[in-house]
């Protein structure tokens, strides 16, 4: 298949129509050029802010209220352009008020025959806790689609191996990302590669990119898109199918063969997605030791 996973910029919208539009083109870009499954970027629905104003946008309770407010609206374009084009479509993530006092941080993923799974985000960085307070939704999803098994990891949930572990069976992991200076988009790629490595499986990273100094949540934002898989058989030894170019606007593509998943899972130069579970017995037999 054909992946596209997107540097995306935010930007401030004159109209819904406006935004519509921007969606669209980005969709019916990456489309045109022959990609099954598009990947959007973590928060990149926060511009839907600036729909009600800079007063709005500038405020951290009032804008993930407005954009949440949105959210329904969103969904209804996102699955749209996935019938329309048929393909798949990680929308991008944004704060959702669902029923609860605090916002959980969403991203839905939408199928061209109109079914859709929803992934919460597990772990909060310092600033989601303080001062956006946004918390812990519901749990992780392996999702069953036409392309393949597919898990999500929001962002920092990336860098946390036992995640990594309960997606073990997942082929493909989506991680859609906002991180604000380098040395954050750098922590997201390398945890998006060590879970290639230990899943041999295949991952994918999107990038916010660009200054938006209207927003509190994602003033800056640093990165670029990125595919990768385990430096084995069938696949790059550097472990990178595919990169961008650092914080420059647009799709990154790839084209990746799950078969090779299956195969380097089955007869790699290394086992690691079997070995997993030869690990938990000896982590907890460690012993403490002093130096004779």
């Given at each position: 298949?054909?992946?596209?996973?997107?540097?995306?910029?935010?930007?401030?919208?004159?109209?819904?129509?406006?935004?519509?539009?921007?969606?669209?083109?980005?969709?019916?870009?990456?489309?045109?050029?022959g990609?099954?499954?598009?990947?959007?970027?973590?928060?990149?629905?926060?511009?839907?802010?600036?729909?009600v104003?800079?007063?709005?946008?500038a405020?951290?309770?009032?804008?993930?209220?407005a954009?949440?407010?949105?959210?329904?609206?969103?969904d209804?374009?996102?699955?749209?352009?996935?019938?329309?084009?048929?393909?798949?479509?990680?929308?991008?993530?944004?704060?959702?008020?669902?029923?609860?006092?605090?916002?959980?941080?969403?991203?839905?993923?939408?199928?061209?025959?109109?079914?859709?799974?929803?992934?919460?985000?597990?772990?909060?960085?310092?600033?989601?806790?303080?001062?956006w307070?946004?918390?812990?939704?519901?749990?992780?999803?392996?999702?069953?689609?036409?392309?393949?098994?597919?898990?999500?990891?929001?962002?920092?949930?990336?860098?946390?191996?036992?995640?990594?572990?309960?997606?073990?069976?997942?082929?493909?992991?989506?991680?859609?990302?906002?991180?604000?200076?380098?040395?954050?988009?750098?922590?997201?790629?390398?945890?998006?590669?060590?879970?290639?490595?230990?899943?041999?499986?295949?991952?994918?990273m999107?990038?916010?990119?660009?200054?938006?100094?209207?927003?509190?949540?994602?003033?800056?934002?640093?990165?670029?898109?990125?595919?990768?898989?385990?430096?084995?058989?069938?696949?790059?030894?550097?472990?990178?199918?595919?990169?961008?170019?650092?914080?420059?606007?647009?799709?990154?593509?790839?084209?990746?063969?799950?078969?090779?998943?299956?195969?380097?899972?089955?007869?790699?130069?290394?086992?690691?997605?079997?070995?997993?579970?030869?690990?938990?017995?000896?982590?907890?037999?460690?012993e403490?030791?002093?130096?004779?």
């Amino acid at each position: 298949m054909k992946i596209a996973t997107a540097a995306y910029p935010l930007d401030v919208l004159e109209s819904w129509a406006a935004y519509e539009d921007k969606i669209f083109n980005w969709v019916s870009e990456a489309a045109g050029q022959g990609a099954e499954l598009l990947v959007f970027p973590e928060y990149g629905a926060m511009e839907l802010a600036t729909l009600v104003g800079p007063e709005v946008a500038a405020d951290l309770e009032a804008s993930s209220r407005a954009v949440s407010d949105r959210i329904e609206a969103v969904d209804a374009l996102y699955a749209h352009l996935a019938l329309e084009f048929g393909v798949h479509i990680l929308g991008a993530s944004a704060p959702v008020y669902d029923g609860g006092a605090r916002p959980v941080n969403r991203a839905r993923l939408f199928a061209p025959d109109g079914k859709t799974g929803a992934q919460d985000k597990q772990i909060m960085t310092r600033y989601e806790r303080t001062p956006w307070d946004v918390v812990p939704g519901g749990p992780l999803r392996l999702f069953d689609t036409a392309l393949g098994r597919i898990g999500v990891l929001i962002c920092y949930d990336s860098e946390f191996p036992l995640f990594g572990r309960a997606l073990s069976e997942a082929e493909l992991i989506l991680v859609p990302s906002c991180t604000e200076a380098l040395a954050g988009y750098s922590r997201v790629r390398i945890g998006a590669m060590a879970r290639a490595l230990e899943n041999q499986c295949v991952t994918v990273m999107s990038s916010t990119v660009g200054a938006a100094p209207w927003s509190p949540a994602v003033d800056e934002n640093t990165g670029m898109g990125g595919v990768f898989g385990p430096p084995d058989h069938g696949f790059p030894p550097t472990g990178v199918i595919a990169e961008g170019q650092l914080n420059h606007p647009g799709w990154t593509y790839a084209e990746v063969d799950l078969a090779r998943v299956a195969e380097v899972r089955a007869d790699g130069g290394v086992l690691n997605q079997a070995h997993w579970a030869e690990q938990e017995p000896r982590a907890q037999a460690v012993e403490r030791a002093a130096l004779r």
